[in-house]
């Protein structure tokens, strides 16, 4: 690990950590990828807005939450990733059933606070294994319920590190879809929520936990739906009848418990997993005349040193 240092070359002090040449393979839950040039914790947001203020222009900026939505290219990321993950933990009831999250906050914490103040709505944040940033960024949803639908207002930052407060109204929001402003991320959202029972609230996040750990294969690595269902159907619906439920490619598998998982059985590289979503993405057109959309994003140059 190298010490805090200024990317830009001044000497005021950032407290964060930066790190070179890092691993992504345990920061996303594929369990796969290359190599980041630099990887930046920030302590704080205060930290994070600094960092961003002395960040070169030219330099290539991908935010990371936990990596639950991430294909991490084997040849690693060029230019810096900017990691929210418990850096960006503020967690918070506000009067008027509001709770206020920062981006680095697990999904499923949020969840827990909230039902645990008495507050209804978040439940389903329970089983994303994803922090509030992806979850705004991707509109990550569940068993009907979706992050936008309780989005108050959301904090975003730019590239220079300038915060800025922005309601629901700036954004378009549809299904795992979020276009806002250019050039600006978020570092937090408050929520709205209802006045609820903690009991019930508790219950319902069990009974979503284990219908999840009943069809998904929550105990081996992936990033979950790996395509978006199309309007009118279930991709693991269109996989499966094409016969591809433990279809594998190297160690990536099109899981026998949920056809729209890949999973990775162990040593899968990441070319394994792409090579193994065109199989499928190209076998579904063929025998369905369907074209899926991936929902995972994927980043990053397929092969070392060559720009992402
Ligand atoms: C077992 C499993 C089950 C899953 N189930 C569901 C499910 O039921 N519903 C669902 O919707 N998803 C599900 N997912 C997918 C994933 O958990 C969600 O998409 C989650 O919201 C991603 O959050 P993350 O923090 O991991 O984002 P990451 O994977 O780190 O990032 C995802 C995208 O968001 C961007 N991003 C991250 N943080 C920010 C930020 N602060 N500001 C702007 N952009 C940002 C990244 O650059 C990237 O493009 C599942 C995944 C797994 C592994």
């Known amino acids: 690990m190298n010490e805090p240092r200024d990317l830009l070359g001044d000497s005021l002090p950032l407290q964060g950590r930066l790190l070179t040449n890092e691993s992504m393979v345990s920061h996303n839950s594929w369990r796969a990828g290359g190599k980041a040039d630099r990887f930046y914790l920030p302590e704080n947001l205060e930290d994070l807005c600094r960092f961003l203020k002395r ?70 944040l329970a089983g994303i294994p994803g922090t509030m940033g992806g979850a705004l960024a991707m509109n990550a949803g569940a068993f009907g319920g979706e992050t936008w639908s309780k989005v108050l207002e959301v904090s975003t930052v730019d590239r220079r590190g300038i915060l800025r407060q922005r309601t629901p109204e700036a954004f378009s929001v549809g299904y795992r879809s979020v276009k806002g402003p250019e050039g600006e991320w978020f570092v937090g959202a408050d929520l709205q929520l209802a006045e609820g029972d903690v ?30 269902n199309p309007p009118g159907d279930h991709a693991a619906r ?41 199989h499928v993405k190209g076998t579904v057109r063929e025998v369905h005349g369907v074209d899926l959309v991936p929902e995972v994003r994927i980043v990053g140059s397929a092969t070392e040193g060559a720009s992402a």
């Open 199 to 228: 009991e019930a609230s508790r219950t319902k996040i069990k009974g979503l936990l284990a219908q999840r750990a009943a069809t998904q294969p929550t105990n081996l690595p992936s990033c979950g739906s790996v395509f978006r």
């Open 55 to 124: 960040l070169p222009e030219e330099e290539p900026l991908l935010w990371l939450g936990l990596g639950s939505n991430l294909l991490i290219r084997d040849g690693g990321i060029r230019g810096t990733v900017l990691c929210t993950l418990n850096r960006l933990k503020r967690l918070e009831l506000h009067e008027g059933h509001v709770i206020r999250v920062e981006a680095g906050v697990p999904c499923a914490h949020v969840a827990k606070f909230s039902a645990e103040k008495g507050l209804v709505g978040a439940e389903f």
């Open 238 to 278: 269109l996989i499966e009848a094409c016969g591809l439920k433990g279809y594998r490619m190297g160690d990536a598998q099109v899981s026998e418990k949920h056809a729209n998982f890949i999973v990775n059985l162990g040593a899968a590289k990441a070319s394994d997993i792409e090579a193994l979503m065109l």
